[in-house]
T-cell receptor, first 114, second 117 residues
């Protein structure tokens, strides 16, 4: 069974540009959430989607947005990139009825803004 | 106030020894879940173990066990017989509330574990 797949793994962008990150959850999982990890702030929740609906949103500016498609794949977009957006972006998926409703993460997308 | 507190920034242990990583949590929910993840330098967050608030027995997964003390709001991870490959950052996380589709986790700051030969 394939795990959570995130693309791209590494990318470098310039300030002011925008970026789109993609996440394919484990087959059958309908819940996808996104997290930002930086050395200073640690792991912070961005958003959570379930069956194409945003269920929860973290405390991030409107430049951060996301969506989920009917096949449960999710994308997040960051517009007008700032240096402080450099981070590891992690996607997680959760399945119904899994033991403890376990939440599994992908390998992450490393974003560097220069 | 922090919802997840990991008081040990770093831990050192020798191979084959057991180690306990501390985690305390704060929630007013009756239903919640506690997770431990391992993050090697590659960045991937690897699920280790889960404990539900209503689970009466401590969770175990191979060499990992979770020492769950509900009254004290602690969920310590115990790794038995440490291996060199256990060297990584370890995060404790909590999911609050019950319901389909809810997978928002709050993370602690992590504990860096180094296992020496």
């Amino acid at each position: 069974k394939a795990g959570v797949t995130q693309t791209p793994r590494y990318l470098i962008k310039t300030r002011g540009q925008q970026v789109t990150l993609s996440c394919s959850p484990i087959s059958g999982h309908r819940s996808v959430s996104w997290y930002q990890q930086t050395p200073g702030q640690g792991l912070q929740f961005l958003f959570e989607y379930f069956s194409e609906t945003q269920r929860n949103k973290g405390n991030f500016p409107g430049r951060f947005s996301g969506r989920q498609f009917s096949n449960s794949r999710s994308e997040m977009n960051v517009s007008t990139l700032e240096l402080g957006d450099s981070a590891l972006y992690l996607c997680a998926s959760r399945g119904e009825g899994a033991p403890g409703n376990t939440i599994y993460f992908g390998e992450g997308s490393w974003l560097t803004v220069v | 106030a922090q919802k997840i507190t990991q008081t040990q920034p770093g831990m050192f242990v020798q191979e084959k020894e057991a180690v306990t990583l501390d985690c305390t949590y704060d929630t007013s929910d009756q239903s919640y879940g506690l997770f431990w993840y391992k993050q090697p330098s590659s960045g991937e967050m690897i699920f280790l173990i889960y404990q539900g608030s209503y689970d009466e027995q401590n969770a175990t997964e191979g060499r990992y066990s979770l020492n769950f003390q509900k009254a004290r709001k602690s969920a310590n991870l115990v790794i038995s017989a440490s291996q060199l490959g256990d060297s990584a950052m370890y995060f404790c996380a909590m999911r609050e509330g019950r319901g389909s589709g809810y997978s928002t986790l709050t993370f602690g700051k992590g504990t860096m574990l180094l296992v020496s030969p």
